[in-house]
Structures are given as C-alpha cells and as structure tokens.
C-alpha cells in the first residue's frame, strides 16, 4: 500500500493554529511566538490558493479610531498575514506570496517543511530564517488543527 502521509491533498481545507514556538538560531530557549495561545487560520485550497492570518490572542483593540502610530505599530506586530499559491515537493510546502503583512515578503517564495500527525493534526517548521518581528535569525514550529466545514443550509 502506498504511503499517503505527506499525499497535498490532505492539507486541502482549512486548520486553526493551537500553537506557535520560536527558537533563536543562536541557540536560545524554545518560546511562544506571538502569544501562547496564538488565534488564527491557515487555508489550502483545491485551485492551488493559500492564504494565512494569525493574530496575538492576547492583542486588545486601539483605543482611538483611526489607532495612534503606536497603537498601530502594536497592532502590526501583533499580526502575521499573507496569501498567494502553494506547491509541495515531498516534505516541503512552498508559498509564491502575492500580498503579505510584512511587504518585504511580498513576491517571494516562502518554504516550510510540513507534517501530517494523523487526519486533523498539521505540523509546520521552518529552516533558519530572519525572524520579521525580531530581526534574528529564528526556526519556527507551528501546530495546526483541521477545522471542520461548516454545514450549509
């Protein structure tokens, strides 16, 4: 029987993010990224889309409208989007960004390394990479739940 573990069409659909670590690559301690509950969604979808967005769960709203520069400067690092297509090549999924929070990702080539544990539970890594909230160097390990469809009326 073949092995279907890293099959992409198992990632097809959408997942929540349960956890998110970083470790500097200086060798530092392994620590919550963004926060420890950390709340956002990943989406893989059939036509070769993606499209992520995670936010600090403990992230509180402006208390002016429009924000103030700091407000809004608070707001942008408590925040991690983008979106574009998606490819696999074994156990490495690729992102072609075509809008990210952080411009400077924009119209890159993005890679993890990924890892189905079971049927619902996606497990996301990163080689060396400069951490954008941080400017260290840092490896990333994300873990993602699938989400159920929502049943339509």
Known sequence: MADTTQD???LIGT?????GYVRDADGGQER???????????SFMADGRMVNLTVD???????????TEAEAAHLHR???GYAGTWRIDGNQVFYNLDVSWNQSWTGTEQMRYWRLEGADTLHVSTAEMMNPLTGKMSIFRLVFERVNPVASS
Do not use: C, D
């Not at 997942?15 to 956890?19: D, E, G, L, N, V």
């Not at 403990?58 to 002016?64: D, F, L, T, V």
């Open 32 to 42: 919550s990224n963004l926060s420890k509950a950390p709340n956002g969604f990943m």
């Open 8 to 10: 992409p069409k198992r």
């Open 57 to 67: 769960s403990s992230r509180q709203a402006a208390e002016h409208n429009p924000p």
């Open 78 to 80: 408590t925040l991690i």
């Open 15 to 19: 997942w929540k993010q349960m956890a």
